[in-house]
């Protein structure tokens, strides 16, 4: 979602639209009996985080909709709509936030026993949050058709050769995602092309629309002739060398990009 198209969504969202059986922030806390509990001013109404008054990162929240769950009839149906926001999509907000607060607890303790577990958690619902916080927002009672934006018409005749041949691409690729996932049409900076992907299930790679600011590679190719099976040693030697004024400077793009 480009800034503009963000901020056109968030004040869609905010204008005082109906809400739709979205969680509230006290309801996301109760669930969360080690999360601290985030100041409701600091939270925006779209479930994007934003920084509370204390400089801790806020509770995920359920985004609410910008139209009602029977507004894509009959194209989806309502009853689908609400029991996909309301409950698939909610189970992955307090998941999210759980593994979270648990990983906080972690920090403070110094117990990493369930790092693993907690992380796969926030792989599995963090993704499941973004990507249905980015699927409900390109959804439209209004929506069809073909992409009126000369930009994006432009990258996409680039990429595929035309709408109709990627529209055929993206129906075949998303239809024969093994078992439960995703189809996703994305944007790949380094050529500045558009790519079509399969994601299955949707964890594997961590959440997918996170922005990578500091990757480590574990690949035994990456550490073994030095570390043999001492990975955490190679891990801490890695820190040794991060060039944080590097990664400063991705979190700036990425925040100018996508912030
Ligand atoms: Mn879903």
Redesign the pocket.
Known sequence: MTSMNRREYLTTTLGGFALMGAGSIASASSLLPLAETASSDGIRQDGIRQDNSSGNPATYTLPHLAYSYDALEPHIDAQTMEL?HSI??QSYVNGLNLALARLEQARETGDFALVKHWSKEIGFHGA?HFL?EI?WSVMSPDGGGKPKDADLKKAIDRSFGGFDAFEAHYVAASSAVEASGWGILAWEPTLNRLMVLQAEKHQNLSPMVTVPLLPVDVWEHAYYLRYQNRRADYVRAFMKVVDWEAVAERYHQARQVLG
Request: net charge neutral; aromatic share 16%; hydrophobic share 15%.
């Open positions: 996909h698939h999509h499941g249905h699927f």
